[in-house]
């Protein structure tokens, strides 16, 4: 079945202890995000990756790491998470076809993972 | 960057139509609009590209006039199943993407 998985689904944790946060699909889709959304601010992008070793800030990157080892894999690192980062985290991936721009296409979403951060 | 959407929450008895309104600052190469169930991740409705076409999805059409930077969502006759946060999408530069400020569509018997 196609897919984006996403974990853990719910995490809870303190302030200050790193954590990373695993987004993996197999439709072999270039293009990889990572939004968060908050209530009133709707999703708002983090991250994303145009392909393998391509990454590049969205809106709100700051403190938060990515990287792009491998076409599947698309992790979010929170190095020293603070409780502004309590949120819904979704990952998506979009295919990149040939006419259209690298995020011109359909967005598949995981299930999303709720971060409390005390 | 973030389009901002209108109306922010509607209420509609079944069978009832509703325009949801996007509206960018900055110009607009396509639009994309999801909707997203409560408790769920967002789900891929429609994409516009530029030339002002109009697509449909059962009975969810949409228009986008690259003028005016915006686009429009049209639901007809609604059904209870059409209740959600709307979302429009747009590219930014650099392959970045922004949603919009979301719809908030109730349908009530």
């Known amino acids: 079945e196609a897919q984006v998985t996403q974990n853990p689904r719910y995490l809870i944790t303190v302030t200050g202890k790193k954590l990373t946060v695993t987004c993996s699909q197999n439709?072999?889709?270039?293009?990889m995000s990572w939004y968060r959304q908050d209530p009133g601010l709707g999703l708002r992008q983090i991250y994303y990756?145009?392909?393998?070793?391509?990454?590049d800030k969205g809106d709100v990157p700051e403190g938060y790491k990515v990287s792009r080892k491998e076409k599947r894999n698309f992790p979010l690192i929170l190095e020293s998470p603070s409780p502004n980062q309590t949120s819904l985290y979704f990952c998506?991936?979009?295919?990149?076809?040939?006419?259209?721009?690298?995020?011109?296409?359909?967005?598949?979403f995981g299930p999303g993972t709720r971060l409390t951060v005390l | 960057q973030q389009p901002v959407q209108s109306p922010q929450a509607v209420i509609l008895r079944e069978g009832e139509d509703a325009v949801i309104n996007c509206s960018s600052s900055?110009?607009?190469?396509?639009v994309h609009w999801y909707r997203q169930k409560h408790g769920e991740a967002p789900v891929f409705l429609m994409i516009?590209?530029?030339?002002?076409e109009q697509k449909g999805h059962d009975k969810i059409s949409a228009s986008f006039n690259e003028k005016k930077q915006q686009s429009s969502l049209y639901l007809t006759a609604s059904q209870l199943s059409y209740s959600g946060t709307y979302f429009c999408g747009t590219e930014g530069t650099g392959n970045q993407f922004y949603f919009g400020t979301g719809t908030s569509l109730t349908v009530i018997p």
């Open positions: 998506a991936s979009s295919p990149h076809t040939s006419g259209r721009t690298p995020v011109g296409n359909e967005q598949f």
């Open positions: 900055k110009a607009l190469y396509s």
């Open positions: 439709m072999n889709h270039e293009y």
């Open positions: 516009l590209l530029k030339g002002g």
């Open positions: 990756s145009m392909n393998v070793e391509v990454t």
